[in-house]
């Protein structure tokens, strides 16, 4: 049963992945140098090249927060009493890498249900299209499985943007109309309604609020604010991606890493774990962090 304390449980779990996001787009964030004959101070740049993270910060906690309302419909749906599927489906074996990932895949022992899930109606005119057809492509293969005991539910978590609301509907209606199955379009709690839960969906905002009054108001983007924590989500890394932050000298010449590596701590206990490693690529990882710690933070 989903109370608050799992569902903050549920949210914390993937929004605390977004430093490890951050590391890995770092090298492609297109960040501005300050140029010897730029009218623009140095000053300005950084609280520019500062917005940059902090933007992509707030992009990450929102895919983050899409992946952590899956897990929760995933939850309130068990509670529900429906049993939930397996949502990565191959259809071919004869080609393993081809797959379809369902949002939601679940029964109720006589009719099957899937939904594909956004966490708002925003797309432009590309990715709109690019959205039915996904649906149509996991309906086409679960009505080969299901048939006709098959339903299908375009849904949207936030109900007060609608944008592409009748293109969806007049797309839904042609395909419901091939296929015979019901199909529906859902915003909000109108998805708690469909499955007459919608003290449920009260229940949620209630969360919603309270979860979002204990944040603070700006992400943190220096690491070194809580080390430990930073270490635990970040030493896992793949060594490409760190080859890569430790090996871009602009990015700490600039005082990018500075920004967020403030006095060294993090990189004090990555130095440490990574020098433990008997695997060469460690070794050399470890080296890269020594210097950057000579270099940046000697006293």
């Known amino acids: ?55 992509h910060l707030f992009q990450s906690h929102e895919i983050r927060f ?7 419909i995933s939850e309130f749906l068990k509670d529900w009493g429906f049993k939930v599927l397996p949502k990565i ?27 594909e899930q956004k966490v708002r109606d925003d797309h432009d005119s590309t990715k709109k299209r690019g959205q039915i057809s996904n649906f149509e492509t996991k309906l086409e293969y679960l009505y080969r499985k299901h048939g006709q005991n098959l339903v299908g539910i375009m849904y949207f978590i936030d109900p007060d943007l609608v ?28 998805l708690f309604e469909f499955f007459s839960k919608l003290n449920i969906w009260n229940d949620l905002l209630s969360w919603l609020t309270q979860w ?23 030493k896992d890394l793949e060594i490409r991606f760190w080859r890569k932050i430790l090996g871009n000298e602009k990015l700490w010449e600039e005082g990018i890493m500075l920004a967020i590596f403030r006095n060294g701590e993090t990189l004090k206990m990555l130095f440490d774990f990574f020098s433990r490693k008997p695997e060469r690529a460690y070794r050399k990882l470890a080296e890269m962090i020594k210097q950057k710690l000579g270099v940046y933070y000697e006293d």
């Open 1 to 55: 049963m989903i109370d608050y304390n799992k569902f903050v449980n549920i949210l914390n779990k993937h929004l605390r992945k977004t430093k490890s996001d951050l590391l890995k787009k770092l090298p492609e964030i297109d960040f501005i140098f300050p140029r010897v004959y730029s009218t623009t101070s140095y000053k300005a740049v950084k609280l520019q090249n500062h917005n940059k993270i902090l933007q």
């Open 66 to 72: 899409g992946d952590a309302m899956e897990e929760l």
């Open 89 to 115: 489906i191959i259809p071919d074996l004869t080609n393993p890498r081809k797959k379809l990932d369902i949002d939601q895949y679940f029964t109720d022992g006589e009719r099957y249900y899937f939904i």
């Open 163 to 190: 944008k592409n609301k009748n293109y969806y509907i007049e797309e839904l209606d042609k395909m419901a109309d091939t296929y015979g199955v019901d199909l529906h379009l859902l915003y909000g709690e109108e």
């Open 212 to 234: 979002k009054d204990s944040l603070p108001e700006l992400p943190e983007i220096d690491f070194d604010n809580d080390p430990r924590d930073s270490f635990n989500e970040i």
